[in-house]
Nanobody, 124 residues
Framework: QALLVESGGGSVQAGGSMRLSCKVS????????MAWFRRAPGKERDFVAV????????IYSDSVKGRFTVSRDNAKNMAYLDMNNLQPEDTAVYYC?????????????????WGQGTQVTVPS
């Protein structure tokens, strides 16, 4: 059974930066596509970014493209989400997720493993 644990959330002023981390255990990390989703207050869980088995393959949602960067360190079983120029609309609970698919999945249904979520707040 895979275990995903996020860390790094908190509150940051608009325009600031933050890094989220996700530690994965219990399954082969090198063959797990890793993604970040977020759930804003009153909204559904939305796709943010995904990184494939190869660190060179990534996809971002339009709302974060150019501001957020997803990365992974296979030696440490870690995935990261670096967030720059954060805005109030980025306020949400952020979840990391893992999938056994070899491509770049971006739908909720494609992900088998989920973290507990970490709150990111950008006051307006």
């Amino acid at each position: 059974q895979a275990l995903l644990v996020e860390s790094g959330g908190g509150s940051v002023q608009a325009g600031g930066s933050m890094r989220l981390s996700c530690k994965v255990s219990g399954r082969p990390f090198a063959t797990t596509a890793m993604a970040w989703f977020r759930r804003a207050p009153g909204k559904e869980r939305d796709f943010v970014a995904v990184i494939g088995w190869s660190s060179s393959n990534t996809i971002y949602s339009d709302s974060v493209k150019g501001r957020f960067t997803v990365s992974r360190d296979n030696a440490k079983n870690m995935a990261y989400l670096d967030m720059n120029n954060l805005q109030p609309e980025d306020t949400a609970v952020y979840y990391c997720a893992g999938s056994h698919w070899a491509g770049l999945p971006s739908t909720l249904e494609a992900f088998d493993y989920w973290g507990q979520g970490t709150q990111v707040t950008v006051p307006s």
